[in-house]
């Protein structure tokens, strides 16, 4: 019987990821699993290059940040200190705000998307999700509660982007139903419905495994 899961939150900026993952964190909790959350880009040293590219701190490029997302991630799933296989093999359920899909969606409608996946190929080799919860929601709603929450534009952000990547989303989540389970949840409704959508997916997923 499993007893910890890995879950990832994708959708475009502003689809209300943050906000899921505290709610599902709360309720899987409630039921009596030890929680562990963390997002991409992460705090190691590329995931701060990737930030500070989007800031426009440092000058970037497309294939640059597309790379540096692959070694992101495989220093997020293997760093010895709190990677994510380590905080599996404690039995915490590992909650990531973004993964792999991220990089399908946003860097393939700049570059090769078979490139992208290939590139990834490693991470998702080492790990894939339990379940991935794609948030889907329309680019004008999303780029509304951006503009209402925040003061700075991140190099993403545009609703022309957004709409590419919410397609890419579309498209690569079909692509790859074989391989990957993926739950899509309905973002253009209160938080409280989107959680109730969620929490229904994993709950059962939670059942059929300890019916296992
Ligand atoms: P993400 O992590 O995907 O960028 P957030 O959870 O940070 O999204 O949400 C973006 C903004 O929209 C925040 O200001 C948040 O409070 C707000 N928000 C999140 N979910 C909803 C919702 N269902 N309805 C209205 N506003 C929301
Ligand atoms: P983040 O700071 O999590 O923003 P948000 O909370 O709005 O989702 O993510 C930063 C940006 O990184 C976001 O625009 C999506 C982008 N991104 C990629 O382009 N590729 C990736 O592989 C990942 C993980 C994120």
């Known amino acids: 019987m499993k007893k910890n899961f890995f879950i990832a939150f994708e959708g475009i900026d502003g689809s209300g990821k943050s906000t899921q993952v505290k709610l599902l964190k709360e309720k899987l909790e409630a039921a009596g699993q030890k929680v562990y959350v963390t997002c991409e880009p992460t705090d190691s040293p590329p995931g701060k290059m990737i930030r500070d590219m989007f800031n426009h701190r440092i ?6 940040i597309a790379a540096l997302f692959v070694a992101d991630r495989l220093n997020h799933i293997l760093n010895k200190k709190d990677g ?33 996946i290939k590139a990834n190929s490693l991470s998702a080799g080492l790990l894939r999700p339990d379940l991935n919860i794609y948030i889907d929601i329309s680019p004008e709603i999303s780029i509304e509660r951006l503009n209402k ?6 190099l993403y952000e545009t609703l022309d982007n957004l709409r590419a990547v919410r397609d890419k989303y579309i498209k690569i989540i079909d692509l790859l139903k074989d391989e990957e389970k993926v739950f899509i949840a309905n973002g ?3 938080p409280e419905n989107t959680s109730k959508e969620i929490w229904d997916n994993v709950a059962s997923m939670l059942q059929e495994n300890s019916e296992k």
Not at 59 to 64: E, I, K, L, N, P
Not at 90 to 113: C, K
Not at 149 to 154: F, P, Q, V
């Open 59 to 64: 000058d970037s490029d497309h294939r640059t």
């Open 149 to 154: 929450g925040r003061t700075s534009i991140e």
């Open 84 to 116: 994510i296989l380590k905080m599996l093999s404690e039995g915490y359920t590992v909650i990531t705000d973004r993964y792999y899909f991220s990089s399908y969606a946003y860097q393939s409608p700049h570059i090769d998307q078979d490139w992208v």
């Open 188 to 190: 253009n409704q209160s």
